[in-house]
């Protein structure tokens, strides 16, 4: 049982170009989500899933898209990187029927836009 | 005003003290609550829920105090290895997006 995967776990990208981080869960969970932190300010919600071709924006969204086309997996996509994208990015998940377990992370991807 | 506040210390303490970490919230409709754990450059590992009545696990205590949206996390008998940031962590909503207070540092040294 893997968990959740994220992959790459390193990542140096230049101004301007595009990539996606993959994150994949075996759980069969239903909720997935991307954050991202920073120094000195908590890990942010950039995108969420509450299933299967179902997608929402979170606090800091702009800059990033996702997609939900299979339950175990939620790219995260950066359409044209900038220097303020540089951060670590990590991807969670947990059962819809678990509200008071939390959710479980990704070991993260850290990302430097030059 | 920040959506979870927490002291960002660091609590330096020594092995096999009692140390206690604060955080509030400002969004009386969240719903659940939770304490992480998060060494350097790793990832947040779920510490424990947080339950109106208190619960404990081990050496852990966590309280809520919904009227005063207030919740704490008490360790006993710190040990070297609790020595890592705690994040408080709010829940809100159906889809439980999770909001993040920056982190307690603490450091346990012998």
Known sequence: NA?????????????????????????????????RQDPGMG??????????????????PNGYNVSRSTTEDFPLRLLSAAPSQTSVYFCASRSNG?????????SGTRLTVV | RKEVEQDPGPFNVPEGATVAFNCTYSNSASQSFFWYRQDCRKEPKLLMSVYSSGNEDGRFTAQLNRASQYISLLIRDSKLSDSATYLCVVSTGTASKLTFGTGTRLQVTL
């Open chain 1, 3 to 35: 968990g959740v995967t994220q992959t790459p776990k390193f990542q140096v990208l230049k101004t301007g170009q595009s990539m996606t981080l993959q994150c994949a869960q075996d759980m069969n969970h239903e909720y997935m989500s991307w954050y």
């Open chain 1, 43 to 60: 890990l942010r919600l950039i995108h969420y899933s509450v299933g299967a071709g179902i997608t929402d924006q979170g606090e800091v």
């Open chain 1, 98 to 106: 678990q509200g008071s377990h939390g959710y479980t992370f990704g």
